[in-house]
């Protein structure tokens, strides 16, 4: 049995990824983080796919890891507590708001440890981390770039015996959103499940909109614009449902917003 440490958010791109590994036959120990992200309900997303993904018959170990008590003590408009999350593409200056300081250095810590934890409880069997960075990750994200990867995995490598047995799994390093989510239908396929509930079971909004005890995504900020980008080159509808300040909004209406966003940079 091959085996792999994911960091699954919810979001689009760690859920295709989850879906990935899956579908080329690995165990899977999922971790998700509430470290006080506005967006939490992306963790309630997180278990619902595992739980569908489960209930098919799929092998996945889930665990939240709460970090909530770092939530006073980040400055970024992700937070609870911060500055309203701007709106637009991620092409604009204000999306450095966005940036939660030093969090990928934190999970990545955090992932290693149970990487290696992994092997040591199986025989010390090789272990991947899975990591859903593409080529549409951004400048603005300094701990997106690759070599921040390179220059954490080596003070890995250095800190801890076994490490030898760890290695990263990146097969969208080459891929655009859209190119992620063909081959998230691909993988579906090969689970036997269905693209649309499977999806409907994620969310990409960093603000996303809660009415009458449900959660819908919004199509103004930068996640969801990039998200709603990807599914129009498909040529495929978003199974998430979209809102905004007055409610609830058709798929219509979302597509044609996004467009004027993208016409607009």
Not at 7 to 35: C, E, H, P, R
Not at 89 to 108: C, D, L, Q, W
Not at 151 to 174: H, I, Q
Request: glycine share 6%; net charge negative.
């Amino acid at each position: 049995m091959k085996r792999a440490v994911l960091s699954l958010s919810g979001g689009m791109d760690s859920s295709s990824l989850l879906l990935n590994l899956l579908a080329n036959d690995y165990s899977v120990t999922a971790l998700s983080f509430d470290y006080g992200q506005k967006h939490r309900v992306e963790l309630l997303k997180a278990q619902s796919l595992v739980n569908y993904l489960t209930d098919e018959g799929c092998k996945v170990t889930h665990k939240v890891i709460d970090l909530s008590t770092l939530t006073s003590l980040l400055n970024s408009a992700l937070v609870e507590g911060g500055e309203d999350v701007p709106e637009g593409h991620y092409e604009n200056e204000n999306m450095k708001a966005t940036v939660v300081p030093n969090r990928n250095k934190i999970f990545s810590s955090i992932i290693q440890a149970v990487a290696l934890s992994v092997s040591a409880e199986n025989g010390g069997c090789d272990v991947k981390i899975a990591m859903g960075i593409h080529a549409g990750d951004h400048a603005v994200y300094p701990d997106c770039r690759q070599e921040f990867r390179d220059a954490d995995f080596k003070a890995f490598v250095e800190g801890n015996w076994g490490a030898d047995k760890v290695s990263f799994y990146t097969p969208y390093l080459e891929m655009m959103k859209a190119d992620i989510l063909r081959e998230g239908l691909v993988s579906c396929e090969k689970l036997g499940i269905d693209f649309d509930t499977a999806y409907s079971k994620t969310l990409t909004s960093y603000k996303p909109i809660l009415i009458e005890g449900h959660w819908y995504s919004d199509y103004k900020s930068a996640s969801s614009v990039e998200r709603v980008e990807a599914f129009l080159e498909i040529g495929r509808q978003d199974p998430a449902l979209y809102a905004d300040e007055n409610g609830t909004v058709s798929w219509d209406k979302v597509k044609l917003a996004v467009q004027l966003v993208l016409d607009s940079n």
